[in-house]
């Protein structure tokens, strides 16, 4: 078990910011590969971005690439996710994800989610 906790979510306008955390506990948090997922209101659960064990890899859905930063930090078990430009279509909750499948979807653990409204 990979206990995981976010953090960060808020209400923000249309061009703004924020910064997404989540911090894991339990396991050997190095190990995983670490994801970002979020949901809609009416919406599936869709893919943001994932970043390899070492942090030396990342991956990101089209529609938040060049706005969104995945990182990580394997002496604090922390992954934070940078928003930049958001849009409104990013209104969702966001997921923190931990996994040892395959790259760059396969999740084994999910925390609760944090919310993330953009106003327009």
């Known amino acids: 078990q990979v206990p995981l906790v976010e953090s960060g979510g808020g209400l923000v306008q249309a061009g703004g910011s924020l910064r997404l955390s989540c911090a894991a506990s339990?396991?050997?948090?190095?190990?995983?590969?670490m994801g970002w997922f979020r949901q809609a209101p009416g919406k599936e659960r869709e893919f943001v971005a994932t970043?390899?064990?070492?942090?030396?890899?990342?991956y990101y859905a089209d529609s938040v690439k060049g706005r969104f930063t995945i990182s990580r930090d394997n002496t604090k078990n922390t992954v934070d996710l940078q928003m930049n430009s958001l849009k409104p279509e990013d209104t969702a909750v966001y997921y923190c994800?931990?996994?040892?499948?395959?790259?760059?979807?396969?999740?084994?653990?999910w925390g609760k989610g944090t919310l993330v409204t953009v106003s327009s």
């Open positions: 970043i390899s064990w070492s942090g030396g890899a990342t």
């Open positions: 994800a931990a996994g040892r499948s395959s790259w760059p979807y396969g999740m084994d653990y």
């Open positions: 339990g396991g050997t948090f190095s190990r995983y590969q």
